[in-house]
């Protein structure tokens, strides 16, 4: 069945360390691929998106993702996390040729930030 | 005020009650949606308007009415819920929907937290 996956359903990192959350998609063709943030009390936030081209993609924040066809994945990466990054982070994708308007989200990532 | 706007930001009702939550984006967008956000759960679409039109109902049951009187405005019209419909309702709004336009990002609001006693 066609699905988005984030293994991790909470993560914990000390401030300053690197950080990595994974996605996983299970299409027949690659789909557009995207990260969201959800801060306490917020909306979401679109931090980057992948269509086709470059597979690493730069986001807002300092955060970027590495598009990796023969698993399937696009993680998230930041080199260096500060102590506002806690949130919840979002995979979604739309699968190939659909309209924008069919997001399809995993169910999340909750990140803490330790001093 | 900027972006998208949600009201009321909590929600309790009874399950005989009827209550409207209230969308209201600024931002000159034509295509406005609702999402349910349920704990241990992906967020899940219910609706999606175009230039005021629906053009995607994702099986939502009738308890839940949507209403777009304009490109800027968006409601949900609950009544008779269930508690089991206890959610973050989101509302999302973005230029248009338009099939292959990759350029289309899809700006939230902060959500309606609902509880259904």
């Known amino acids: 069945a066609q699905s988005v996956t984030q293994p991790d359903i909470h993560i914990t990192v000390s401030e300053g360390a690197s950080l990595e959350l994974r996605c996983n998609y299970s299409?027949?063709?690659?789909?557009?691929l995207f990260w969201y943030v959800q801060s306490p009390g917020q909306g979401l936030q679109l931090l980057l998106k992948?269509?086709?081209?470059?597979?690493l993609v730069q986001g807002i924040k300092g955060f970027e993702a590495e598009f990796k066809r023969s698993q399937s994945s696009f993680n998230l990466r930041k080199p260096s996390v500060h102590w506002s990054d806690a949130a919840e982070y979002f995979c979604?994708?739309?699968?190939?040729?659909?309209?924008?308007?069919?997001?399809?989200f995993g169910t999340g990532t909750l990140l803490a930030v330790q001093p | 005020e900027t972006g998208v706007t949600q009201t009321p930001r909590h929600l309790v009702m009874g399950m005989t009650n009827k209550k409207s939550l209230k969308c209201e984006q600024h931002?000159?967008?034509?295509?406005m949606y609702w999402y349910k956000q349920s704990a241990k759960k992906p967020l899940e679409l219910m609706f999606v308007?175009?230039?005021?039109?629906?053009?995607e109902n994702n099986s939502v049951p009738s308890r839940f009415s949507p209403e777009c009187p304009n490109s800027s405005h968006l409601f949900l019209h609950l009544h008779t819920l269930q508690p089991e419909d206890s959610a973050l309702y989101l509302c999302?709004?973005?230029?248009?929907?338009?099939?292959?336009?990759?350029?289309?990002?899809?700006?939230f609001g902060p959500g309606t937290r609902l509880t259904v006693l």
């Open positions: 979604a994708v739309v699968p190939y040729g659909g309209a924008t308007n069919k997001l399809i």
């Open positions: 308007y175009n230039f005021k039109e629906q053009t």
């Open positions: 299409y027949g063709a690659t789909p557009y």
């Open positions: 999302a709004s973005s230029q248009e929907v338009k099939r292959g336009d990759l350029t289309d990002t899809q700006y």
């Open positions: 992948y269509f086709s081209g470059d597979t």
């Open positions: 931002l000159g967008h034509n295509a």
